[in-house]
């Protein structure tokens, strides 16, 4: 079980005092996070995360007013964090100044960030894909969206600049993303048995990857043969 978990588990027991309202629906919602990571939305009950967390199932409903809105609330506290928002200025940074690496490599950084932080939101992300679960997968949708569509508006605008190859924008962010979302599959949820590297060093062999791909040419930067 993820070290988020056995935190609030042992706060659950330790703590004697009344905690404050807020206090308290951080713990559901992180408590609540670890069972529908490892049940998904449909095996996950409240009264199992009531047990989880200590406390009787109706206090879940004075903060929630159904299981539906628990797991909402889970979905929010990852998908409009602090960190997700500091995301967001950064890589608009790269976007207004045409930093095509800089940009690569803030997409890849942040999907294996969210992978080693915290696998438990990406099995839940999993189990919606899995069960079908429309609250789930439309929470996802409409928060990604927008940014997914910036980052595309970015990649045409920059093929019209002369500075990426000519396809279909969506492919070339699928063929980033798809990279880091990968190795996070591979690492944090499946646990394949393969070589240790940290993942800065991996964040920056996928940027180069992306950004000159995986031969290497004869040709120099303006498409003329290099002189030999």
């Known amino acids: 079980m993820s070290i988020h978990y056995h935190q609030a588990m042992a706060e659950a027991r330790t703590s004697r005092a009344r905690m404050s309202a807020s206090d308290r629906r951080s713990q559901l919602i992180e408590v609540a996070l ?15 995360i009531a047990a989880q967390a200590g406390v009787a199932e109706g206090l879940i409903f004075r903060h929630f007013p159904s299981k539906e809105a628990l797991y909402t609330a889970v979905l929010d506290s990852r998908l409009n964090s602090p960190e997700q928002e500091k995301w967001l200025a950064e890589i608009k940074g790269f976007m207004d100044r045409d930093d095509d690496e800089g940009v690569f490599r803030s997409l890849i950084r942040r999907m294996i960030e969210r992978y080693a932080r915290d696998p438990r939101f990406q099995r839940v992300v999993l189990f919606a894909a899995l069960e079908g679960h429309e609250l789930g997968l439309a929470r996802l949708s409409e928060t990604a969206a927008p940014q997914v569509h910036s980052v595309i508006n970015y990649i045409a605008r920059r093929q019209k600049a002369g500075s990426f190859l000519q396809c279909e924008p969506n492919r070339i962010l699928l063929a980033i993303d798809g ?18 590297v940290p993942d800065e060093e991996t964040a920056e062999a996928f940027t180069r990857i992306a950004m000159h791909g995986m031969c290497r040419s004869e040709f120099g930067n303006s498409g003329k043969k290099a002189a030999k």
């Not at 670890?34 to 199992?48: L, N």
């Not at 880091?180 to 499946?190: C, E, P, R």
């Open 34 to 48: 670890d069972v529908f990571s490892r049940q998904g939305f449909r095996g996950a009950t409240t009264r199992e």
């Open 179 to 196: 990279m880091a979302y990968f190795y996070g599959m591979v690492t944090q949820i499946f646990r394949f048995p393969i070589p240790h």
